[in-house]
């Protein structure tokens, strides 16, 4: 019937068709590759992507470190200083390590602070002892001047002046002084690190804590006293641990020795005159 129009075609190469395929055996055997699916992630990378990273270990890792094989830029340069990963080192710190730093701050004649936080000075400590500071005085300023109203029945205000003034004369004293140490030192040829500079400030206002508790006695010798030991313990606590350094300054290691010691002598009489001082 029809199937006499059609045409019969030799199996052989014809451009623009399909060749034919052999007919399958009665069973075919089917063969994969090696791989390394039993281990996860693989050991090495095949096929075309390349260069991606396993699952992040933690959530720490993945905060503080960059994906390897990512293409997100890094920082360099004075760029870095504006970026967390910059300032972090020097706040990894143990609390054993800030409480072992601040018992050196108050036996300051050992002299040995800065050979312990050569290697690893920090900033935490630092910043807590500033704004430790900085709280004590605007309470303890406060609630004596308010106690001293009240036993005089006169009408009481709070000073929000005593609270930005304590921040700017113990942060402004703790990073001004350094860097103006750091800056006369490198002009001396005695360099010295700024973070280590800042540390060793920074620690050596502790003394003030306690002090700022004791000018709660009413007594003007008392507060004197108080005041002019731990303006000593500061003074003696910072000149003994830059003495050594800053003797390879030459012959003026001890004019600069001995403006350190009387500037932080100069601090302990600003805080005896405005924040040891109660007046109604």
Not at 6 to 20: E, K, R
Not at 39 to 68: E, H, L, N, Y
Not at 91 to 105: A, G, H, N
Not at 130 to 150: D, E
Request: hydrophobic letters at 45%; aromatic letters at 14%.
């Amino acid at each position: 019937m029809m199937s006499s129009n059609y045409t019969a075609i030799d199996n052989q190469n014809v451009s623009g068709s399909v060749p034919a395929v052999a007919d399958p055996p009665g069973q075919v055997a089917v063969k994969f590759t090696d791989s390394n699916l039993q281990t996860f992630p693989p050991s090495s990378s095949q096929g075309k992507i390349s260069g991606a990273s396993g699952p992040p270990r933690d959530a720490d890792d993945t905060f503080s470190k960059p994906v390897s094989g990512s293409d997100e830029p890094q920082q360099s340069g004075w760029f870095r200083a504006f970026t967390i990963a910059a300032y972090k080192p020097y706040f990894d710190v143990d609390t054993s390590d800030v409480l072992e730093r601040i018992k050196d701050s108050l036996f300051p004649f050992t002299g040995s602070f800065s050979e312990k936080t050569a290697n690893n000075p920090d900033l935490y400590g630092p910043f807590w002892i500033c704004s430790t500071l900085v709280f004590v005085a605007a309470s303890i300023g406060t609630f004596v001047t308010y106690i001293a109203h009240k036993l005089q029945k006169k009408e009481w205000n709070y000073d929000i002046n005593l609270v930005t003034w304590s921040a700017g004369l113990f942060y402004g004293y703790s990073t001004v002084v350094p860097l103006c140490l750091f800056l006369v030192l490198k002009y001396f040829s005695a360099p010295s690190g700024l973070v280590q500079l800042l540390c060793l400030y920074g620690y050596s206002l502790f003394v003030f804590i306690p002090a700022l508790c004791l000018s709660l006695v009413p007594w003007e010798i008392v507060r004197w006293v108080v005041a002019g030991v731990a303006g000593l313990m500061s003074a003696t606590f910072v000149a003994l641990n830059l003495k050594h350094h800053i003797a390879s300054a030459g012959e003026r290691w001890f004019f600069i020795v001995a403006a350190i010691f009387l500037l932080q002598l100069a601090l302990a009489l600003v805080l005896r005159v405005y924040l040891f001082n109660v007046t109604v």
